[in-house]
């Protein structure tokens, strides 16, 4: 074969690399293990973009490269397959979900396939495959059959805390329980039925079902996670969303707040990242303290950080949501209360909470006191309070607080100035003579920290108050009003829920005769006909949300065939963590937040050894599309060259990017691209039609996308792979410009013709490498070495093609300079360097290589090319042995031909040369 042939030689080494098994993982213990793992993709109708593989380049690079090394590489691939995308298609057309998301997998793979990633595809998982979600709906169980001791600080199982309750109650217990959980003897325990005790338990297990404040989307007839929602409309599909009180399933992850803040000291992960969910815990240390309100039993609880500011305290503010909003709400409110909770309740959580300009609420009628100074404070309620921090409610502090300024204002709500306790002030007259408020109570005239303390004691001698950590991530909720999703494996008993046995898993999706749901508002899976526990009792009709089956599955890449166990002992103890995750920012709060979580509580429990799955994180950035737009002439079908459109009156609209070339315009594409345009006329410039470009994100609606498919056929997934490298730092965003790729396919066909002469024959030489071509070859495999353990991949690729073109002048066919510099190269181009490591003689694939050392020696420099300078200006280069004595090069540099014109004859007062830098002759 004389010429390089991307498209024959890829397809053939993909098709080895699945017939040898090539990139199979097993736990061998000889070797050292490296895992490499992508956040794995939602299979969508679309396919993959040239922006999907990026993150999937880089771990395959990676994969490569430690598998040369000598390490036992797992890197898998898998498929986050229950989605919304395909129930709504579902509920549209009638087709089972399982059909479209099985055609979007095959579609991916065959994709991700032509780009010869080396994944092992024996391991791949499904979250939608039952033999995959028996084990989510496992890990859930174990979950339900825990509580968190606080005392060993771990969860433990639910027995140990069913035999405390029956020897000595709960008034010892140590664990992590709901707000409002009463204390109760041994003796009442035991007098309670079982539907009481399972409702107690349930205020204890780290999953259990409650009333929750959720995003409610009628539209699509479910609940939304956070991340969801935007605007107070779904992500998907923009339909509005409201907050509503309904019965779910939640997860006790706030039982692992404080591990899950104190995890992130000890993982390699983005800052941004670590930041961001650090924001998301919310740690904050205060005191919790009640307010009666006046003429009724109830009491307002709030939680504040600055407790001292208690006497500038002028009025309380609820939530829209807060249970208490209709018990203490006045008659002569109740309607403006009403309407205003109506509209409060369609605005997402992300909305209100950055939403600083907007100052609305109503007042309830009803009045608070304060109970260190007994003064009567009114009760509001506002929509930038939520009903998921905290208590709820809030003490406002209008002295102190931008919002509560705002709202005291906006109302005529008195503003107390209140002791800035944090300064020291040593006296009751120093105080006043600043103008500060004097705290006339406990307080009065204390600094910051002697006051805390005084104000704690008074809370708990009075009962109403204590110090307290508090943290602003919620239990997250765990119930999807939907179809398509793990079935939670539980049924109810007279209300009180069940687990189904082990033996009975997986419980499976039953058959129904329609996506939605039923009349009577129940979820879809209503609609199945008998499916009930032995026949009488009803199962849970939620499904669990997208996030269970990705909150553990790179333990099933390690052993996906177990019937047995999620995954067994050897496998565990072999791979035990992830040592590169590469995914999106996204994820920071949602999928990154749960996996912590889920793997954590799998290390209480003794069934994995690692209490942190993801040691290295990488965000990839964004490959973003290049737009191309056309000028149409307003009310004509005439459109106009970028150079000319400002003399028209034009509108921009994008156009296919596929029928643009290196933005000129291809006409007749155009004109047959949609009917409309058929009969399109152009005002050209230069001849061409020069369309306007802008970068943007690539999606169908701009028509920026860029298949890598054509780019495959075209150019070749080596020429794709080595292009996006090249393009820029992983994590950076960076555009895409399919005219660019030319350079890299230019490049690999200059590698291929160092191994073959001008005739187009395999030519390698046998012969000794001069020192310039082993210095050529040394760098190169220690930079590379060096930008593969930073993911500096950017580099690498540049690398790459100053070391082609060195040898390419060096004429150089060694095989001592090209055999390991086709290993160094295979982990970016693992197709062409299949191909020269076989034509060079070798049976076995690349992969099987080492990766060759380099060596000081021949990094050496032996001369140094020295800049001569005349009286300040360059004027010529020298060449110098290192070790040429000073006296030599004096000599050199005065006979030099070069510069003997510009010293015009004269001898030259001075020479000074320094070292390795440069030479001057001052004359």
Sequence with gaps: MSEYNFNHIEKKWQRFWEENNTFKATADSKKPKYYAMDMFPYPSGAGLHVGHPLGYIASDIVSRYKRLQGYNVLHPMGFDSFGLPAEQYAIQTGQHPAITTEENIQRYVEQLKNLGFSFDWDLEVRTSDPGYYKWTQWIFMQLFNSYYNLASDKAAPIAELVQEFEQHGNAQVKAVCDEETPVFSAGEWKQMDEQQQSEMLLKYRLTYVADAVVNWCPALGTVLANDEVKDGLSERGGYPVERKLMRQWMMRITAYAERLLQGLEEIDWPEPIKEMQRNWIGKSVGAEMAFPVENTGEKIKVFTTRLDTVYGATFLVLAPEHELVEKITTNAQRQEVKDYVTVAKNRSERERMTDVKTVSGVFTGAYAINPYNQERIPVYIADYVLAGYGTGAVMAVPSGDQRDWNFATHFGL??????????????????????????????????????????????????????????????????????????????????????????????????????????????????????????????????????????????????????????????????????????????????????????????????????????????????????????????????????????????????????????????????????????????????????????????????????????????????????????????????????????????????????????????????????????????????????????????????????????????????????????????????????????????????????????????AENSFEYPVSVNGKMRTKISFAVDTPREEMEKAVVQDEQLLKFLEGKSPKKIIIVPNKIINVVV
């Excluded at 052993?559 to 996204?586: C, H, M, Q, T």
């Design 414 to 859: 008195t503003i107390v100035p209140i002791l800035d306790a944090q300064k020291s002030i040593d006296t009751q007259a120093d105080a006043t003579k600043e103008g500060h408020y004097i705290n006339s109570g406990i307080i009065n005239g204390l600094a910051y920290q002697e006051a805390l303390p005084v104000l704690v004691k008074f809370l708990e001698e009075h009962g109403i108050g204590k110090a307290k950590v508090n943290y602003r991530m919620r239990d997250a909720v765990f119930s999807r009003q939907r179809y398509w999703g793990e079935p939670v494996p539980v049924y109810f008993k007279d209300g009180i829920p069940h687990l189904i046995k082990e033996s009975e898993l997986p419980l499976e999706l039953p058959k129904i005769d329609a996506y939605l749901p039923t009349e009577t508002g129940e979820p879809p899976l209503g609609r199945a006909v008998d499916w009930k526990y032995e026949d009488q009792y009803p199962y849970e009709l939620s499904t669990m949300p997208g996030w269970a089956g990705s909150s553990w599955y790179w333990y099933r890449y390690m052993d996906p065939k177990n019937e047995e166990a999620f995954a067994s002992k050897e496998a565990i103890n072999y791979w035990r963590d992830v040592d590169l995750y590469i995914g999106g920012s996204e994820h920071a709060t949602g999928h990154l937040l749960y996996s912590r979580f889920w793997n954590k509580f799998l290390y209480d429990m003794g069934l994995v050894v690692e209490e942190e799955p993801f040691k290295k994180l990488i965000n990839q950035g964004m490959i973003q599309g290049r737009s191309n737009f056309v000028y149409r002439i307003k009310d004509s079908n005439t459109f106009v060259s970028h150079g000319l459109k400002d003399q028209h009156d034009t509108t921009a609209l994008h156009v296919d990017v596929n029928i643009v070339d290196n933005d000129v315009l291809d006409l007749k594409a155009f004109q047959n691209w949609r009917p409309e345009y058929a009969n399109a006329n152009f005002i050209l410039e230069d001849d061409k039609y020069i369309c306007g470009i802008e970068i943007e994100k690539m999606s169908k609606s701009k028509y920026n996308v860029v298949s890598p498919d054509d780019i495959v056929e075209r150019q070749g997934a080596d020429t794709l792979r080595m292009y996006e490298m090249f393009l820029g730092p992983l994590e950076q965003f960076k555009p895409w410009n399919t005219h660019g790729m030319d350079g890299v396919l230019k490049f690999l066909k200059r590698f291929w013709k160092l191994f073959h002469d001008n005739k187009g024959d395999f030519a390698v030489s046998d012969a000794a490498p001069t020192a310039e071509e082993l210095k050529s070859l040394h760098k190169t495999i220690k930079k590379v070495e060096e930008d593969i353990e930073r993911f500096s991949f950017n580099t690498s690729v540049s690398t790459f093609m100053i070391c082609v073109n060195e040898l390419t002048q060096l004429k150089c066919n060694k095989r001592a300079i090209l055999e390991p510099l086709t290993i160094v190269l295979s982990p970016y181009a693992p197709h062409i360097a299949e191909e020269l490591w076989q034509m060079l003689g070798h049976s076995e694939s690349v992969s099987f290589a080492s990766y060759p050392q380099w060596k000081e020696e021949y990094l």
